[in-house]
């Protein structure tokens, strides 16, 4: 039975019957991945060559035009520049579901070797007194599959039901080996298998078989420990030590007021604020209402400046710089949304004399009648100081990922 892919929100059987067209495509893709088929048979995925490989290519046009195309429409109403970041947007979300797709045989082959050789010790053990005792071959391997070892249990009843229907001990062994993802178990199972070819005592066979991987175990563990040691000091100074560092540095350097000038005319920058103050939840002021805390510059350094809202009307509003005195310095008439108070209050050189890109998202109003403005507030400076945060973050998760990857299986 086929297994369902996470990426795509519909059953495995719609998903054969929707991507049964793309395989006539396939052909070229086959040498882009020459290790497909075998991936597909040690994950049990359910799925041949072919009809993976239209899946694949399935996923990269659906994602592409669906999310590209609901991406468009919702940028429309945020951006001028809403065509080129929906198809940039679109085309990397279906690259990175077909990369998804195309590593997801190789994760479930990875989780299933984990999960096998987690017991695999134990289980060998366990046939190995088994057979020490006097027990058949056979017995041995169905007590493993009758038992609690996990994901080795069931890779046994496999071979115990292949014996049961006829299948020769030595081949349903083979078999087993060959589907398996496991390189200790497809070992174990060949040097078992070549013992009963042999005519060997396969107790002895496999009591060196555990002695090696109990061996091999060790060596595992101190290695890992050793790339630990390594990889816990890169992770102190990538993921600790130089962000402390960095976010220091910035905190020092945004409080030059020419830091944030520099960084609101760096234009994407300015559109992706631009992008997030439409997101972003706003703000709401009735007529009297003060914005403060506007962070002065220039010839307004070190006065509490603010703004009024002295007037309401239709679709315009009266707006009053204020100093720290509440005197009236300027007074500016807004019509309609998407005004930015930055560029109405500026000195007379054209200087903005406070830093906060401050966007009127609507005037009007609201659903109980009343009128009313609704702004958002961000600072250019505030996006990269996040931003940075946001990196870290991914840095510090990519390590510990690494970390975790690096863990052998053999080690449990």
Excluded at 184 to 196: A, C, D, E, F, P
Aim: aromatic share 8%; no cysteine; net charge neutral.
């Amino acid at each position: 039975m086929a297994k369902m892919i996470t990426v795509l929100p519909m059953p495995p059987a719609m998903v054969k019957m929707i991507t049964a067209p793309f395989k006539r495509f396939t052909g070229s893709m086959e040498k882009m991945f020459p290790n497909l088929e075998e991936q597909l048979k040690q994950s049990e995925m359910g799925y041949d060559e072919k009809e993976y490989l239209a899946i694949m290519l399935f996923t990269v046009i659906f994602y592409t035009v669906f999310i590209g195309t609901l991406l468009t429409a919702a940028l429309s109403k945020v951006t001028e520049n809403f065509l080129p970041l929906g198809i940039g947007l679109g085309l990397t979300m279906g690259l990175m579901t077909f990369m998804q797709v195309a590593m997801y045989p190789v994760m479930l082959t990875r989780k299933r070797t984990g999960e096998v050789e987690k017991n695999l010790i134990f289980a060998l053990r366990a046939i190995l007194v088994q057979l020490k005792s006097g027990v058949s071959l056979f017995d041995s391997m169905t007590m493993i599959a009758k038992g609690n070892y996990g994901s080795i249990s069931a890779e046994f009843k496999k071979a115990v039901d292949s014996i049961n229907t006829g299948t020769p001990e030595n081949e349903a062994l083979e078999e087993m080996s060959e589907i398996n993802p496991s390189p200790y178990l497809r070992k174990s199972l060949w040097q078992i298998v070549n013992g009963m070819n042999a005519g060997a005592d396969i107790s002895d066979v496999l009591g060196e078989t555990v002695k090696a991987m109990n061996r091999e175990q060790k060596i595992a563990i101190n290695r890992y420990g050793a790339q630990l040691r390594v990889l816990s000091l890169m992770y102190m100074m990538i993921g600790v030590i130089m962000p402390a560092l960095l976010v220091t540095l910035l905190v020092i350097l945004f409080t030059f007021p020419m830091v944030g000038e520099a960084i609101e005319g760096t234009p994407m920058l300015k559109e992706a604020t631009e992008i997030l103050q439409n997101v972003l939840p706003g703000e709401i002021y009735a007529e009297g209402g003060k914005i403060s805390n506007l962070d002065g510059r220039r010839e307004y350094s070190g006065q509490a400046l603010s703004i009024r809202i002295d007037q309401i009307g239709g679709k315009q509003a009266v707006f009053s710089l204020l100093d720290d005195k509440g005197e009236a310095i300027k007074t500016e008439t807004v019509y309609g949304a998407g005004s930015n108070l930055r560029e109405n209050f500026s000195s007379g050189d054209g200087t903005k004399i406070f830093g906060e890109s401050i966007k009127i998202k609507s005037i009007g109003p609201s659903i109980f009648g009343r009128e009313e403005v609704e702004i958002t507030r961000l600072e250019s400076t505030q996006l990269i100081f996040w931003g940075v945060l946001a990196l870290i973050s991914v840095m510090e998760f990519m390590y510990i990922g690494i970390i975790k990857s690096r863990r052998p299986s053999i080690i449990g």
